[in-house]
């Protein structure tokens, strides 16, 4: 008899691996930078080195949040000027993996923290 439990955290950690291998480098660091607390997106462009919010960066985030990444801490107020995005479970799961990694790109998106 299948252990039911077993192939349900297989099919999980196997969602979890395809999503740490499409990531970006900008999506890996937005992931560390809201690891630590709740970030606004002016506080997420100085910390990409960023003085404008690009079109790059804003499609990122919104991706992120469809992905189910990150969300808004204000999900009643998506314009508010407070505003900040925050990790969801499956975003802090990402983040885990890179924080507990010893790749590269992990080390190098570290650095910038």
Do not use: W
């Not at 900008?26 to 809201?34: G, M, R, V």
Request: proline share 2%; net charge positive; glycine share 6%.
């Amino acid at each position: 008899m299948p252990n039911f439990n077993a192939e349900v955290q297989d099919e999980a950690h196997d969602e979890i691996e395809n999503e740490v291998l499409g990531l970006t480098a900008t999506e890996i660091s937005i992931l560390l930078l809201c690891l630590k607390a709740a970030q606004s997106t002016k506080e997420i462009m100085n910390s990409l080195g960023q003085e404008k919010l690009s079109g790059n960066l804003r499609r990122t985030l919104i991706l992120m949040r469809e992905r189910g990444f990150i969300s808004y801490t204000i999900s009643c107020k998506p314009t508010s000027r407070s505003q900040k995005y925050k990790l969801t479970e499956k975003g802090r799961t990402l983040a885990g993996r890179f924080t507990n990694s010893d790749s590269v790109l992990c080390k190098t998106s570290m650095k910038q923290f």
